[in-house]
């Protein structure tokens, strides 16, 4: 595929957006210096579009918990954006978690993203904490005991990798929103029909809270195919032929994940889908150049205080 013929298809998807979309971003711990400065950077870069929050991830084990909340704090200081911290069920007794959250509270901190957590390196499976939460939904009621928060939580449009069922992971997900939160934001994933079909199959499951698809700008075949091998994610033929050979080609790559991204937004937005969260990967380039085409523009006033 051409770099004309690209550029046509993303002006293509662009003019059949009907309407003006939201966004949010998301945003991990850095682990040294130089990733620091990136983030900061991205943060910096991606602040003036407006996003309706940024979420920053937390350890499976709880070992990132410092930097998430330094990272959240200092959004919250030095910017106007909404921070949304992530918050696990790993590792923790739950009056530390409620702990924690209090604490956030006072911070003026309102929005969190409650997950159960993924076990830590090297554990074979999950295990709750003999005196913390099990399961998310445990989490979001405990959450809402000690304030009323605005809560998101996790979806798998592809089936949850531990579930043993579509039909026991809905259950799952419904447990989450009869606890009190707000919306879910899903895993991502390649098809959109993958989160159409999944919509419809909450909607029939009696969920009617928003569910948010997850999108992963791609950077190159190997890290998608590592991060489906983890997700479970469908990797589609049509989509490996893309990228295939490009291993070397970063500047061809970009192109071709934004506009895969857009042809996305495009189909889900004529689905009536009005909110799209990005997972930045701490990099604002792709995230940035998607926003753009899709008319999610810098406001007259940045963003950044």
Known sequence: M????LSNRVGEALTRIAKPVNVSFEFFPPKDEAMEKTLWASIERLAPLR???????????????????GIVTRVMRETNLVAAPHLTCVGAAREEILDIARGYWSDGIRHIVALRGDPPQGAV?????PQGFAFASDLVAGLKSVADFDISVAAYP??????????RDLDFLKAKFDAGASRAITQSFCETDTFL??????VQAGI?????PGLLPIISLPQLLRFASRTHMAVPDWLRHRLEGLDNDPETRRMIAAAVAIEQVQKLSSEGVEDFHFYT?????LTYAICHALGVRPQAQ???A
């Open 281 to 285: 990967l701490n990099r604002a380039e």
């Open 158 to 167: 592809e089936v949850h990798p531990e579930s043993p069922n579509a039909s």
């Open 2 to 5: 051409s770099a004309q013929s």
């Open 302 to 304: 940045s963003a950044v």
């Open 197 to 202: 079909r999944f919509r419809d199959r909450c």
């Open 125 to 129: 499976s999950y295990q709750p904490h």
């Open 51 to 69: 996003p309706r929050f940024v979420s920053v991830t937390y350890g499976a084990d709880g070992s990132t918990r410092e930097r998430t909340h």
């Open 208 to 212: 009617t809270a928003p569910i948010v």
